[in-house]
T-cell receptor
Framework: TQLLEQSPQFLSIQEGENLTVYCNSS?????LQWYRQEPGEGPVLLVT?????EVKKLKRLTFQFGDARKDSSLHITAAQPGDTGLYLC???????????FGAGTTVTVRA | EAEVAQSPRYKITEKSQAVAFWCDPI?????LYWYRQILGQGPELLVQ????????DSQLPKDRFSAERLKGVDSTLKIQPAELGDSAMYLC????????????FGPGTRLTVT
């Protein structure tokens, strides 16, 4: 059983559409990170969310941390082909230093 | 911009052979991680170092895998003997100690065992 459950597993949309990726857990996290990984490359850190209810924006990407710090979402507005990749959430539960990754959401944006 | 270096980028080896991967973390990053990633899945932690000490190797198959970070800087991950099921991407990451576990990854080594 994954500590962090990501959904959907796959997402294929047309350029210009919006999309949302979810990361859920039954555990409370001190922080969560979101990464994007392109084929054949290592994951690249996008953002860290720390405070319950926090919303962070990175250009067309909006990240939200749930009030209870058990879940997070990533919303992309007007997706572009360059947004294609594997989106991973990661975090360590409170009082546990072990970092866990979700299984990821594969996003494909068609031109 | 500082980056995590890994080599080789690609490795093809026959089963039962030995293989080694090298990682040089970002300067000043005391924490170093080795992950294994199956295509389309999230990375799975194999071993975590704090300086030269192993913090967590609970998921490392110790009968065939070994990892070292002798001087607390660069690190080597070895597999001997390699098995077909070891084919995967091997990722190295580093981070500053403490903080919010923000990790910086290298480009990875794609291992194919034939």
């Amino acid at each position: 059983t994954q500590l962090l459950e990501q959904s959907p597993q796959f997402l294929s949309i047309q350029e210009g559409e919006n999309l949302t990726v979810y990361c859920n857990s039954s555990s409370v996290f001190s922080s969560l990170q979101w990464y994007r990984q392109e084929p054949g490359e290592g994951p690249v850190l996008l953002v860290t969310v720390v405070t319950g209810g926090e919303v962070k924006k990175l250009k067309r990407l909006t990240f939200q941390f749930g009030d209870a710090r058990k879940d997070s979402s990533l919303h992309i507005t007007a997706a572009q082909p360059g947004d294609t990749g594997l989106y991973l959430c990661a975090g360590a539960p409170l009082n546990d230093y072990k970092l866990s990754f979700g299984a990821g959401t594969t996003v494909t944006v068609r031109a | 911009e500082a980056e995590v270096a890994q080599s080789p980028r690609y490795k093809i080896t026959e089963k039962s052979q030995a293989v080694a991967f090298w990682c040089d973390p970002i300067s000043g990053h005391a924490t170093l991680y080795w992950y294994r990633q199956i295509l389309g899945q999230g990375p799975e932690l194999l071993v975590q170092f704090q300086d030269e000490s192993v913090v967590d190797d609970s998921q490392l198959p110790k009968d065939r895998f070994s990892a070292e970070r002798l001087k607390g800087v660069d690190s080597t991950l070895k597999i001997q003997p390699a098995e077909l099921g070891d084919s995967a991407m091997y990722l190295c990451a580093s981070s500053l100690p403490g903080g919010y576990y923000e990790q910086y990854f290298g480009p990875g080594t794609r291992l194919t065992v034939t």
